[in-house]
């Protein structure tokens, strides 16, 4: 299992274009932001969380680096937290 942070806005295409992109992979993956959990492939679950800080994904993949490659516009840099 790999973890990361990541930065989603409110905006509907920003939101959509990243469940699109992580809906093309196998693994599972959760969303989490307080003591809240939602699957990453959720769009409606992604709204029902708080969009304004960064969120920690769970990656359920060990090898999953090419994922990570095209998430880079979504990773939250350690500086930037």
């Avoid at 932001?33 to 959720?42: H, L, Q």
């Avoid at 409606?44 to 969380?49: A, D, E, Q, V």
């Amino acid at each position: 299992m790999k973890s990361v942070n990541i930065r989603l806005t409110m905006m509907t295409d920003h939101v959509k274009n990243f469940v699109s992109l992580v809906n093309r992979y196998p693994y599972d993956m959760d969303l989490r932001s307080g003591r809240y959990v939602v699957d990453a492939k959720s769009i409606l679950g992604i709204f029902s969380i708080d969009l304004s800080r960064p969120i920690r994904m769970d990656i359920y993949s060990d090898d999953c680096d090419d994922l990570l490659a095209e998430l880079s516009d979504y990773l939250v840099k350690e500086d930037q937290e």
